[in-house]
């Protein structure tokens, strides 16, 4: 009985080693990032694996702050931040609807609808980007963020088919009943399915939250104004294959740009979990 006990701890202790240090090697390259952040550029390039900074160099954040061609790192963030949260805004408002019109309202033309949105999610991105570059265009939208925000006014396939199958645990006999007491449909939405979609609605803030806040192909399309620069466009520009590059500075500008995903994931990981993990009504 005690040698079954030993082999049980032993396999536990084993078990949380490995997971240990497959965990230390998943975020080794962040850690090594973020300690880059606090090296020159010999200490940087130099191979060295270490996390530990011969010299802190801290002045690698002022260095990164100040930017280029005049325009602060803080102008970077802010237009990081209103592309972001716009559309972060944007997708939700627009999936919920949507969500709810396939999920509970039956109307002419509804499974067709619903088998083109599933369409969109199986097409590469890659395949709509010069259809819809030379669409905005012609429109005269290129060089402003209104390509970058536009298209999440009008639903996102994931999110939608995410909220519709969260929405199918919501017992009908709720909509019934609000419909009896004399609730339009936008009523039911607003006061019955909106309060019990939570879960899935703060699950879409982190992912579009996490989805905008890195995008790079799209900043690096629409917007040819240096002041109008995402973080992430503005970090690559600290790469010059003609001068050169203050990799302790990009590292230090990349390490501030964790901290709103961070922060985001912080403080709502809880609703995360509960968004994915749950499908409807807790009894």
């Not at 973020?34 to 996390?51: A, F, P, Y």
């Not at 790192?73 to 408002?93: C, L, R």
Request: glycine fraction near 8%.
């Amino acid at each position: 009985m005690m040698g079954i006990k030993f082999r049980k701890q032993i396999g536990k202790v084993l078990y949380h080693a490995f997971v240990l240090c497959f965990g230390f090697v998943m975020v080794y390259p962040v850690l090594w990032m973020i300690t880059g952040s606090l090296k020159n550029n010999v200490e940087i390039l130099n191979g060295s694996l270490s996390l530990i900074p011969p010299n802190w160099r801290w002045e690698n954040f002022a260095n990164g702050f100040r930017g280029f061609g005049g325009i602060t790192f803080v102008t970077f963030f802010k237009n990081s931040f209103i592309v972001t949260v716009i559309a972060t805004f944007a997708t939700v408002v627009s999936s919920a609807c949507v969500a709810y019109s396939f999920a509970r309202i039956k109307y002419r033309g509804r499974k067709v609808l619903f088998t083109a949105m599933l369409c969109t999610m199986m097409l590469p991105g890659q395949i709509i980007l010069i259809p819809q570059y030379i669409i905005y265009n012609k429109l005269g939208m290129v060089g402003s963020i209104l390509p970058l925000v536009l298209p999440h006014f009008f639903g996102q396939a994931f999110f939608i088919y995410q909220m519709m199958q969260f929405m199918a645990g919501i017992p009908r006999e709720l909509d019934e009943a609000a419909t009896i007491d004399g609730c339009s449909k936008y009523t039911i939405f607003s006061r019955v399915i909106l309060p019990l979609l939570k879960p899935a609605l703060v699950t879409t803030v982190i992912i579009q939250f996490y989805w905008k806040w890195d995008d790079f192909m799209g900043p690096l399309i629409y917007l040819n104004k240096p002041q109008d620069y995402t973080v992430s466009i503005a970090i690559k520009l600290f790469a010059d294959a003609s001068s050169t590059t203050d990799y302790g500075a990009m590292f230090a500008m990349s390490t501030l740009s964790l901290l709103p995903v961070f922060l985001i994931f912080l403080f709502f990981n809880k609703y995360l979990v509960e968004g994915i993990s749950t499908s409807g009504l807790k009894g």
